[in-house]
Nanobody, 115 residues
Framework: QVQLVESGGDLVQPGGSLRLSCAASRITFNIYVMGWYRQAPGKQRELVATITSSRDTNYADSVKGRFTISRDNAKNTVYLQMNSLKPEDTAVYYC?????????WGQGTQVTVSS
């Protein structure tokens, strides 16, 4: 059974930084498009960033210049470095692995940005 396990969520002050990690198991990690999504209370889940097997990246406009997605295929792990965090970044962040018809999700990690 495929597993995606997120970690790194925390309470942080505005302007602070966090790095999220997502460790994948039981998939051929290097061929999957990996992504981070988030869902704030009362809102729909939205794309944050994706990275392809060739390391092409895509970001939501709201996080461009502040967040960086990366992957380590040797460790089957995808990361999301989040800098200059804002209160509106508060959400549950979900890891996603996608390849053709295969689409897997982690259980999420909470990020709260508040003073």
């Amino acid at each position: 059974q495929v597993q995606l396990v997120e970690s790194g969520g925390d309470l942080v002050q505005p302007g602070g930084s966090l790095r999220l990690s997502c460790a994948a198991s039981r998939i051929t990690f290097n061929i999957y498009v990996m992504g981070w999504y988030r869902q704030a209370p009362g809102k729909q889940r939205e794309l944050v960033a994706t990275i392809t097997s060739s390391r092409d990246t895509n970001y939501a406009d709201s996080v461009k210049g502040r967040f960086t997605i990366s992957r380590d295929n040797a460790k089957n792990t995808v990361y999301l470095q989040m800098n200059s965090l804002k209160p509106e970044d508060t959400a549950v962040y979900y890891c996603n692995a996608r390849m053709r018809i295969y689409d897997y999700w982690g259980q999420g990690t909470q990020v709260t940005v508040s003073s």
